[in-house]
């Protein structure tokens, strides 16, 4: 247990980021949110957590929370701050854009997010949030994000997480920023993998096929289930979904599985709708609605999941009403269960708070495969990093050995253009390509070509490098922190990478990474000394 990886979830939900990162192996230390109902789920589900906090966190500091749990460090800070500043939906009337929401306070609650990585200092932090924080206000909450960590001391990159890759049965895509201290070797890339209880491209049904039939306002909060007597009925992916990922075996009872009343108008329009299909297409083959809103705006407004397919993303707003998640086969939208079955939950998983509380902590979490998916990659990347530095051992050549070499093999490569740049010799490529790495420790192939178009001339001195190329510290990108004369390389690297020409180890050189760490700690800088004189 000594050696458990540590973790603190802020704007933790009911938990579905945590119950990921336990799987992956991870402990956690402290959960915060400040809704009671997403508390009271966490509280039901989590023994193991010390601390669960019903806390406003532009009012909690880390001071705080250090005092409560008695450290001031911890391997990995995760969270979520909310997202409906930033959601796609509102941007479809505009508002994302407009002053309302550019004032909206829940934009910046990214900033409690980051002083707690300033605080805590974690080796790693991965921030979730939706696609609509890439185009909100121009990018500039993108750009902040990235840029603000930075300054904090880590290398980020965004990579966006797409859910039914990994075993969700859901068209779920999320953005995440993930942050890795800087003076931690290596580089943290999208590898995330199907956990291996997940089973690669689950559908709805596989999720919810065996549950007991139900009519519109039908159900109750907890009910006996016995799913031997459905075995038999069900696939055997479904067996393993259910098992494996729904633990259905360890889940006492059946809960939350109650569904929604609603309208003979609702009822008599869902039974129109193929399995499928949305309101918009029924139209289109002349199916007429008696709902009786504008059918322009509001066509799409009724939507009849496919069996065989995931699942359109569960969201929050099934709290306010379940007409985009209408039951492939039954007239009647999912019931929580249902949609947390979708989201990955287990079933021992319990939401002992109102239905519509249930729908919206379901819709706002992390998918628990998906979290598990992260929590086993930080897991590696923190395991690869304290192999890097407990035996330095550099298997990539030539590197160069100071950093006045490392800028004389990338000067010749400066000036030439994309055309000038597929010609340059792949052994002559490598050392300048080393040599961003030997140099910049704390920047991310990643980043490289997704930089925004802000540039910043103020970036501070780095003596013997400004020295020899000002160029390589004035201008840079301010989203992804890469020097601006550096980008056309990078963009032929990524080109190189693609191809095959430079292979993993040589794109995310994090021999090169190391070799500038050392040349910059003397203690360091004697082992690879050493290691060079026996490479030679
Ligand atoms: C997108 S959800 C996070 C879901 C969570 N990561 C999970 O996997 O279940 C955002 C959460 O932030 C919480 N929140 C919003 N503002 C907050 C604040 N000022 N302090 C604490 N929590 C806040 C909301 O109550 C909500 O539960």
Redesign the pocket.
Known sequence: MKNTPTFI?L???????SLGLERAGFKGLAA????PE?VQVFQANFRKIPHILE????KFSPDDLAALIGTNRVDLIV?????QGFSTARQVDGANHGARLMEDP?RH?YK?FLRHVEFFQPKVFVM?NVLGIRSASGGQYFTNVQAEARKLGYRVHAQIEECVKLGVPQKRRRQLFIGTREDLPGYFYPKLKLPNRAIADATLWEAIGDLPLLKAGEGEESRDYDISRRVGKISSRAYQYLTQVLQVDKAAKLTAHRARPHSARDLGDFLKLKEGENSGEAIKRGVEFDFPYDKTTFKDRYTRQHRHRPCSTIVAHLAKDGLMFIHPTQNRTLTPREASRVQSFPDWFLFPIARTHQFR?IG???PPLV?EAVGTAVKCFLNQSMKHQKQIKFDLSPLPCSEKEAVRWLVPMLDLDSRALKEVPIKDFKKAWYSISFLFMGLHPDSALEHGKEVSYDNEDYSVVSKEEPRLINPRYVQSGWPVVLARIAKEAWRRYEKGFLVEEEFYCSDAQMAGACFRNPELLKVLSDNRQSVA
């Open positions: 979830d704007f933790c939900g009911c938990g579905g980021f915060i949110d400040f809704n997403a806390k406003d966190l532009t969270g979520g701050p909310p997202c829940r609650l409690e979730e902590v706002n979490a992390v979290a």
